[in-house]
Every structure is written in structure tokens, then in C-alpha cells.
């Protein structure tokens, strides 16, 4: 009966926030979710995130704070109460869009359920990933101006990465994974590289430290079209 009053299901909500960068150079951004699913894309607007949120769970009601100091904006997306086992139907889902224009520290925690991150176009000065249980697609195909670094803390499903052709990229892969695909990627020295790695002037270094699942990793060109 606790557990019940606690997981009030609710006629599904629709709420959407918009959070300005009010003078921010460059933002931390922190997405904490539970169940559910996840999805995030860069987009060409003024406003640091637009985010519609659905829900039919109080205790999905999202929370959304911002702060500034000094020329860095602090972005803290989480949910308004504690989490614990959702039970029965549970809707829960984070449409957000994240601003081009200036450089971001994402950090992202995922719990159970979906993710699709299209990261790409954003000015990225890190990526820190806890992959959570389920399934996960980050998109980080380019192209890119600056180096950066990815850390991913895998979980248990799977996770595919999408990774550019024209940056280097060197991926370290250490924990107890299930399999690694690796396409258009060679192995050197204990790395998974592509071509461009040690001829561009960009580098993205990525860390996986992985559970049980599965990993698809995937160069593909910037200029491709998506279905």
C-alpha cells in the first residue's frame, strides 16, 4: 500500500520548459532519469534547452534547475521525487534539445529503458555516461572543431556508437562486455581506432567501461543521410 501511494499513476501529462543561457559562454548540463526514455539532439537555437516532457507518474514530474556563474550556466534535469521500482504501465519520456552555440559538459545517468542521444553539431568539451539497463544509440558522427573526451559506464543491454570519419577517434574498452562489433575501426595496441586518428587535428578519446551487453561501434561519414 506504501509502495502504491508512493506510484500514483496519473492521466498522461505534457509539460514542456524552456531555459535561456542569460549571458552563459559555455554550460554544464546534467540529465539524471530513471525509467524510461531518453532522447536528445543538438539544435540551432537561442535558448541553452527546449524540453518537452510526457508522463503518467508523479513521481516522473521532471525538476529542472539553472544556475549562472559568472560566464558558466549549470543545467540540472532530474526528477522532482526519489526514485525507486516503477510498477504497471509507467510513461515516462524526455524530448530535449540542447543549444549549439555555446560549449557543453554533458553528464548524463541513465536508469532503465531507452536512449537515443544525437549529439551531433553540439560543441562538446565532454561526455561523462552512466548507460544504465537497457538500450542506448549515441550519435557523435560530426563534425567537430575541438577535441574532446567520452567516459561511458556501461550496464547491462546493449549501446551503439556512431562515430565520425573525418576526427580521430580512439576507444578503450575494459569490464565485462558480451561483444564488441567494430566496424570501420582497426585494433591497435590494445585500442579500437579509425583512419583519421593520428592524422587529424581533432581527437576524440573515448573510455567504456562496460557490464554485461553488447557494443555496435560504427564510423560512418557526417554527410549521410538518416532515415
Not at 2 to 14: K, L, R, S, W, Y
Not at 39 to 62: I, K, W, Y
Not at 67 to 77: A, D, M, P, Q, Y
Not at 123 to 137: H, I, P, Q
Request: glycine share 14%.
Amino acid at each position: 500500500a506504501v509502495a502504491t501511494g508512493c506510484d500514483e499513476t496519473i492521466p498522461v501529462n505534457t509539460e514542456t520548459k524552456t531555459v535561456a543561457l542569460d549571458g552563459a559562454r559555455r554550460a554544464e548540463v546534467g540529465l539524471h532519469m530513471g525509467a524510461g526514455e531518453l532522447r536528445v539532439r543538438g539544435a540551432d537555437q537561442e535558448a541553452l534547452l527546449e524540453a518537452e516532457f510526457r508522463f503518467n507518474r508523479e513521481r516522473f514530474r521532471p525538476a529542472v534547475d539553472y544556475r549562472l556563474f559568472g560566464e558558466k550556466g549549470i543545467l540540472e534535469v532530474r526528477h522532482a521525487r526519489r526514485q525507486g521500482i516503477p510498477l504497471g504501465n509507467v510513461r515516462n519520456t524526455w524530448d530535449l534539445s540542447l543549444s549549439r552555440a555555446v560549449p557543453l559538459d554533458l553528464d548524463i545517468d541513465l536508469g532503465a529503458g531507452e536512449s537515443r542521444l544525437d549529439l551531433r553539431g553540439l560543441l562538446l568539451s565532454s561526455v561523462d555516461l552512466d548507460m544504465g539497463v537497457g538500450e542506448m544509440r549515441l550519435d557523435i558522427s560530426g563534425p567537430h572543431k575541438e577535441s574532446f573526451r567520452i567516459k561511458i559506464d556501461g550496464g547491462v543491454g546493449s549501446g551503439r556508437l556512431i562515430l565520425p570519419d573525418e576526427a580521430g577517434v580512439r576507444i578503450h574498452v575494459d569490464g565485462g562486455l558480451g561483444s564488441v562489433d567494430a566496424h570501420g575501426l582497426s585494433k591497435q595496441g590494445g585500442y579500437y581506432v579509425n583512419e583519421a586518428y593520428g592524422r587529424s587535428d581533432v581527437t576524440i578519446e573515448i573510455d567504456i567501461d562496460a557490464g554485461i551487453g553488447s557494443l555496435d561501434l560504427r564510423v560512418e561519414p557526417a554527410d549521410r543521410i538518416r532515415a
